[in-house]
Nanobody, 127 residues
Framework: QVQLVESGGGAVQAGGSLRLSCAAS????????MGWFRQAPGKEREGVAT????????YYADSVKGRFTISQNNAKSMLYLQMNGLKPEDTAMYYC????????????????????WGQGTQVTVSS
């Protein structure tokens, strides 16, 4: 079992920055692939960024490339998402996700490829 707890969300103005954190506990073997997803009201959950345990496989959604950076501290079992240049369209509930295997067929941004989820942290960006 894996437990994921997100923090760091909040309300910022467009152009601002936030750093999301995800504290992971439980089996390290169940956390081979971790990532951030988000879901805005009335929209489907979408992948934002993911990273494997070795840190050599990193994926970003096109909408956040160059603005967001995913990172991890394996020793502390922490996952981070540094978000710069925030836009109103980044407003959503952000979720931390994990699974014990890499997403099948490169589907890194498919929510159904991840077994473990946190409860989410809200990010609101005003214009």
């Amino acid at each position: 079992q894996v437990q994921l707890v997100e923090s760091g969300g909040g309300a910022v103005q467009a152009g601002g920055s936030l750093r999301l954190s995800c504290a992971a506990s439980g089996s390290i073997y169940s956390r081979y692939f971790m990532g951030w997803f988000r879901q805005a009201p009335g929209k489907e959950r979408e992948g934002v960024a993911t990273i494997n345990a070795g840190g050599d496989l990193i994926y970003y959604a096109d909408s956040v490339k160059g603005r967001f950076t995913i990172s991890q501290n394996n020793a502390k079992s922490m996952l981070y998402l540094q978000m710069n240049g925030l836009k109103p369209e980044d407003t959503a509930m952000y979720y931390c996700a994990a699974d014990s295997v890499a997403p099948y067929g490169g589907r890194w941004n498919a929510p159904d490829e991840y077994k473990y989820w946190g409860q989410g942290t809200q990010v609101t960006v005003s214009s």
